[in-house]
């Protein structure tokens, strides 16, 4: 099933049993809350990337999806550096059609995290250039 080497960690985070099925997760742990441990650096990073995804979703009539203009809002505020970056004017339309899989005219959750996963693979590659570099000094 989707997400399987996630699933303790999902189904503390998330109590909607119609989700856990869809993506094929057991029922919600037996647990009223988590336990009182600091979550981690990449539980974190997690929750941010729901919490921001989401933040940008509820800006027109869909909850759960980002339209177009809702995806220029968050790459304008999240993603500015790498917006900067780009020469091309047609940018967003150009990753808007990319990660529109479905075609719908919307990017769902699983769509734009494609997009945060191809940034930081880029991301790391930058970084293992520079290492090498640095390690050549």
């Excluded at 988590?34 to 729901?50: K, N, R």
């Amino acid at each position: 099933p989707l997400y399987k080497t996630s699933a303790p960690l999902l189904s503390h985070f998330c109590s909607d049993p119609a989700l856990l099925h869809r993506i094929g997760l057991p029922q919600p742990c037996k647990f009223k809350q988590l336990p009182a441990a600091m979550p981690s650096d990449l539980e974190t990073a997690m929750q941010l990337l729901i919490t921001v995804f989401h933040r940008y979703a509820a800006k027109d009539d869909q909850n759960s999806t980002l339209s177009r203009r809702e995806l220029r809002l968050l790459m304008e505020n999240e993603l500015s550096n790498f917006l900067k970056s780009q020469k091309d004017p047609h940018t967003i339309d150009k990753i808007m059609k990319d990660l529109d899989a479905n075609g719908d005219g919307q990017v769902d959750f699983e769509e734009f995290v494609s997009l945060v996963v191809g940034l930081s693979v880029a991301c790391e590659q930058c970084y293992q250039t520079h290492l090498k570099k640095t390690a050549r000094k």
